[in-house]
């Protein structure tokens, strides 16, 4: 992101451009003169397009490298929330797809909720709904997403600011296959109700969208917890 960076550690082919506390050309680099408004919405709709492709949907290198700037070109300050809809289609099959729609600032209600179900009634091949929010939603209206012929996940958009896998203390998180789980139950005579859990509504096992009985192969090697392995049933 361009707010973040300072070329070459401020200076101009190696030479320092500080000017002895009185002004550093770099910081004018670093000031971003745009809208609040944009920028959030920047944040939050790249670490959506990063949790797609850790998922395994298909999402462009331009998506993913796209600057402040040139989403502000494309958008504007104010961004039209229709324009700002993700819809990719899944790596391994192409016709299962997700769909992400930002929500606006007014409180969510089933009339929200349905006014969503039925734009998308006719989606071909829509496999998941992902919602990101910037007001609460009522519980009438989280009622209705089960109405829904798919998983409906949903996100504070202020959940969305920061990647938290690129957190510094952030594990690996490895998701395991159904016959790596079975080789590894069988391994130490388990049942996966008796390996460790995770709930649904841990942090990274929504970021990954994981699913209960699923099973995550999670390595620390970092300290202080030190250097270990570890599994995880989701519950």
Do not use: W
């Not at 999402?59 to 324009?83: N, Y």
């Not at 289609?89 to 797809?97: G, N, V």
């Not at 606006?104 to 039925?118: D, L, Y």
Request: aromatic letters at 8%; a neutral charge; hydrophobic letters at 35%.
């Amino acid at each position: 992101m361009e707010e973040n960076m300072v070329e070459d550690r401020c200076s101009d082919n190696g030479v320092s451009t500080f000017d002895d506390g009185l002004h550093c050309n770099c910081i004018a680099k670093t000031v971003d003169n745009g809208g609040l408004e944009s920028k959030r919405f920047y944040l939050a709709r790249t670490t959506v397009f990063e949790m797609l492709r850790d998922r395994g949907y298909q999402v462009s290198d331009a998506e993913l490298s796209r600057s402040l700037s040139e989403f502000r070109s494309v958008f504007g300050e104010k961004p039209d929330l229709d324009s700002l809809r993700i819809y990719a289609p899944l790596s391994s099959d192409p016709t299962k797809k997700i769909l992400v729609v930002f929500m606006g600032s007014e409180s969510i209600t089933v009339k929200s909720i349905r006014a969503i179900h039925s734009q998308i009634s006719s989606s071909q091949g829509l496999d998941g709904l992902m919602l990101v929010l910037q007001s609460k939603m009522n519980h009438y209206a989280q009622k209705e997403l089960t109405t829904f012929p798919f998983k409906v996940e949903t996100f504070p958009i202020g959940d969305l600011m920061v990647n938290i896998t690129k957190h510094a203390q952030q594990p690996k998180i490895e998701i395991l296959t159904k016959e790596e789980k079975n080789e590894l139950l069988k391994e130490y005579a388990l049942e996966d109700k008796q390996l460790p859990y995770l709930q649904e509504s841990d942090s990274f096992v929504r970021y990954y969208g994981l699913k209960k009985k699923q099973v995550v192969r999670i390595t620390y090697s970092k300290e202080p917890v030190g250097s270990f392995v570890t599994y995880r049933c989701i519950i």
